[in-house]
């Protein structure tokens, strides 16, 4: 299996990449900070890596010269590793579409893509260049990695945006890494510049606006025909989280009963019922894309949810009696335990049909393991 190492393994890009990677059994290895600022250690991170995947670089600072500098140090100090260890491994570079472009950032990273085709050249390893367009994707940092992200993040807190008309092209940072995976089997030099979704600023604002009033209200939209959307949703969603759950739901009594709605869809869906004995934990799995919803119906229950390499476990306790529902976040494990003395009864509802050859399902317990270093 090859081992690919990952610069910038902290940032978005990087987290968003550790995920897929690990999802389906790569075997990986991270350099961050501290590991440019040792040279032993960044030996050691290049020694044991057959491809790295360098997403590292400077896009804000507080002059022009640290944006150029530091791309350009970036990769200096990984040329530099490798002519210590005389490691010979492939390079796949994360650029930008504007590297080329006049300006600092364009500048900077089109010296950094030189130095590292001349370091993989050195050794006959490959090298990629990709440029890619506008990534976006769940769990960004607002006001610093994506506009994207800064929109979802204002419209999930109700707070105003400004639009302007400017035009953008916008590619899932998953999109990406699943790019990155096949260079890297692929194993030979090129560049490439992956295509994205064109679509003004006003036009993103209005359709990202759209699905943030479905979202808080509990209501799915229309997301099947197009993946595009269903992206986008979830990066709302990633925004809201967990600051809007649970999600109270209206109980509606008289003499017979009671009535409530759990999920209104446009589109198709899945529901199922899960009855669940006291002390049984259900779930322990994560999803790349998946909408999924938990509503307990009946007993009593302890949801834990938490995002992938993060030790923070968030936990919801729900009551059958006190309806509400816990939509789960892409790339966040979860479980659900009965923790009552009678049988729990759970309407679990995802916004696609089971499919046993793609189900989007990947095994992980809440408490007690991770994913593999």
């Known amino acids: 299996m090859t081992i690919v190492g990952i610069t910038g393994s902290a940032g978005f890009f990087g987290w968003h990449l550790r995920c897929r990677l690990q999802t389906f059994g790569w075997d990986v290895r991270l350099a961050d900070r501290a590991t440019f600022a040792s040279d032993d250690l ?6 044991d890596s057959d491809v790295v995947m360098h997403l590292a670089g400077v896009n804000r600072a507080n002059s022009d010269e640290e944006i150029l500098s530091g791309n350009v140090s970036l990769a200096h100090a990984l040329a530099d590793a490798r002519a210590r260890t005389g490691t010979s491994f492939g390079i796949v570079y994360a650029n930008s579409i504007k590297a080329g472009e006049p300006g600092v950032y364009g500048e900077a990273k089109s010296k950094a893509a030189e130095i ?3 370091a993989a050249a050195e050794t006959g390893s490959f090298f990629v260049d990709v440029l890619f367009p506008h ?16 929109f979802a993040h204002q419209l999930a807190k109700g707070e105003p945006s400004q639009v302007n008309d400017g035009q953008l092209e916008l590619l899932h940072v998953q999109d990406a890494c699943q790019l990155i995976m096949d260079v890297i089997e692929k194993g030979e030099s090129t560049q490439l510049r992956p295509p994205g979704r064109k679509i003004s ?3 993103t604002y209005e359709l990202m606006a759209r699905l943030a009033d ?3 209200t509990g209501t799915i939209p229309h997301i099947l025909e197009d993946e595009f959307e269903l992206r986008l949703f979830n990066t709302i969603r990633s925004q809201m989280w967990p ?3 649970p999600f109270e739901i209206t109980r509606h009594a008289d003499h017979r009963g009671a009535f409530f709605e759990v999920v209104r869809a446009w589109g198709q869906g899945q529901t199922s019922i899960s009855t669940t004995v006291p002390g049984v934990i259900r779930g322990e799995h994560y999803h790349l894309d998946k909408v999924e919803r938990f509503a307990v119906i009946s007993g009593e229950a302890q949801i834990r949810v938490r995002r992938l390499f993060t030790d923070d476990v968030i936990e919801f306790d729900v009551r059958g009696d006190e309806p509400c529902f816990i939509d789960m976040p892409p790339l966040c494990t979860h479980d659900i335990t009965n923790t009552g003395e009678s049988e729990l009864v759970t309407l679990f509802w995802s916004h696609d049909h089971f499919d046993p050859a793609n189900g989007d399902t990947y095994p992980l317990q809440v408490v007690g393991e991770e994913l593999p270093a």
């Open 201 to 203: 600023v006003p036009d």
């Open 135 to 150: 990534l976006f994707g769940e769990f960004g940092v607002p006001f610093y990695n994506s506009g994207v992200t800064t």
């Open 116 to 118: 590292l085709a001349t």
């Open 42 to 47: 960044l030996d050691e991170f290049v020694a």
């Open 214 to 216: 479905y979202a808080k």
């Open 243 to 245: 600051d809007a759950y």
